[in-house]
């Protein structure tokens, strides 16, 4: 059983609509469960268990929105002890801005992971067209890209967006089952 943990931010509902959605692609795979904790209800033990995490922050300003930044400060306990290491790492983000600079946010997801010695898991998933049905429209590859309009969070992201975070569930998730086998053999 490899177990899963999305970690997240949201401060307008989308990002947690995003994560809901990885979520569900990862639970999907056989012998994969997946938690889902928002980054002001952090359930440490159950970071420190997951094989692999899953970091989802909003794009405010080009970078990580500051509670999701928080999150990373109080991760030095971690960091010292070393208690992440070899876990698989990935990530998402979501901005209203088709580009909103959400690069960034990747980036950053995934130094602070390198710092962490977590393993970095990106995205191969091909983009499909560059319309609200499509997937993968953002064309990332590092992580998950979505992209939310000035609307509810029951109607943005669009759906291709929201399949395309499904995806990305089920890609992480069959990574880390052949993460645990792999190492297993060992």
Known sequence: MARLAIVYHSGYGHTARVAEHVRLGATSVDGVSASLMAVDQI????????????LGAPTYMGSASAPFK???????????????????AAGFTNSGGLSGDKLSVLFQLQLFS?????????????PTGTGPDDLN????????????????AEITPPAG??????????????????????????
């Open 43 to 54: 359930d440490w033990q159950t970071l420190n268990d997951a094989d692999a995490i899953i």
């Open 70 to 88: 928080t999150f990373m400060d109080q991760t030095s306990r971690q960091w010292l002890g070393q208690e992440w290491k070899d876990k698989l």
């Open 114 to 126: 390198a710092q962490h010695g977590m393993l970095w898991v990106p995205f191969p998933l091909m």
């Open 137 to 152: 429209r953002m064309g990332s590859h590092l992580g998950l890209m979505t992209q939310s309009d000035n609307a509810p």
């Open 161 to 186: 967006d929201i399949r395309t975070a499904e995806l990305f569930g089920i890609h992480v998730a069959e990574r880390a089952l052949r993460w645990l086998a792999g190492r297993s053999r060992t």
